[in-house]
């Protein structure tokens, strides 16, 4: 399996810009996640699916974000409007139900995002 | 409530050296615990995983993870530091229908 997959890895806008990032997860994994990673904040989740249904979004940072799940395989974090303090490191991760208790979760390189 | 705490936000140690990298839980149920790495400009690599079998856990490139009820901790050890091992590392907790909790992460740095 090739992994995680996210796209763009890098990415430059302008302020105001529409940000879209896309995550493929591997295959047969139930779970997605969508983490932001900054130096100020550290590692963030910002929401999870389950089965393409959000389960918790609590993280995500205000009505300019939204994400969504259409499939199993493909999910996308848009920003609109950007801002310069969206400026991050968005980190996506996939895994498997289990009953007995908590699955590993792996993780795509991660899509590099600068807002000038 | 739940929450992880890496002590320590950076641990510089000797190649050849041993290594330890602190976490310590509070939980209400019992967790899952993760430790993953993450090498420059990488996504998370998981390490090992603690889920409720044995308390010793052995882990990849050689670290292993001691889970201690009784002092809610999970600590990262190896016994020899080598170059590549220097990364970030953190540890996570999931106690559950996906209760995601993870500590700040640790920088480890490798002196030749």
Known sequence: DAGVIQSPRHEVTEMGQE???????????????????????????????????????????????SAKMPNASFSTLKIQPSEPRDSAVYLCASSLSSLAGAETQYFGPGTRLLVL | AQSVTQLDSHVSVSEGTPVLLRCNYSSSYSPSLFW?????????????????????????????????????????????????????????MDTGRRALTFGSGTRLQVQP
């Open chain 2, 36 to 92: 993953y790495v993450q090498h420059p400009n990488k996504g998370l690599q998981l390490l090992l995983k603690y889920t409720s079998a044995a308390t010793l856990v052995k882990g990849i490139n050689g670290f292993e993870a001691e889970f201690k009820k009784s002092e809610t901790s999970f600590h990262l050890t190896k016994p020899s530091a080598h170059m590549s091992d220097a990364a970030e590392y953190f540890c996570f």
């Open chain 1, 19 to 65: 940000v879209t990032l896309r995550c493929k997860p591997i295959s047969g994994h139930d779970y997605l996640f969508w983490y932001r990673q900054t130096m100020m904040r550290g590692l963030e989740l910002l929401i999870y699916f389950n089965n393409n249904v959000p389960i918790d979004d609590s993280g995500m940072p205000e009505d300019r974000f």
